[in-house]
């Protein structure tokens, strides 16, 4: 199954309405997103906690990685820069942190709020190699700004 962004979107919304609490936002969108593709076998936030320090949120899926400073791996590489991370082969990512051994390929997105601080970062690994398309980015980014910047 594949994911519809435009229904994801629209039930994203409808749950989380009138909520302003973000680990209950978190919670609420590493689950939608989790089940609404087949390509996506764990989905998660790293939370900022620390300068320069990320600790892991809400996910769906088979354990995380506790902490990973904005030094290491994919997700620190998105909370260093403040760009998406789209990563097609995980083995290829200098310095990748392997968290699962299954993981092939993976997306982190940047979580801003709206005072534009950064929060966290949605990761979202897959067992499938070149998984992931810039239509993901985007999109994923729209539900993110709509969610977190309101």
Request: glycine residues 8%; charged residues 20%; hydrophobic residues 45%.
């Amino acid at each position: 199954m594949r994911v519809n962004y435009s229904d994801l979107a629209k039930q994203i919304a409808a749950l989380t309405d009138g909520e302003s609490d973000e680990v209950a936002l978190m919670a609420t969108l590493a689950c939608e997103i989790h089940h609404s593709d087949d390509r996506f076998d764990w989905t998660g936030f790293y939370r900022v906690v620390a300068p320069e320090l990320l600790k892991i949120g809400p996910y769906q899926g088979g354990h995380g990685c506790l902490v990973i400073p904005f030094s290491r791996g994919v997700c620190g590489a998105a909370a260093r820069t403040g760009e998406v991370q789209l990563v097609a082969d995980v083995d290829a990512f200098p310095g990748h942190i392997a968290c699962a051994s299954s993981t092939r390929s993976e997306i982190v997105l940047p979580v801003w709020n709206k005072l534009g601080e950064l929060i966290a970062v949605l990761d979202i690994d897959s067992d499938q190699p070149d998984a992931f398309t810039g239509e993901d980015a985007s999109e994923l980014a729209s539900i993110l700004t709509a969610t977190f910047s309101r």
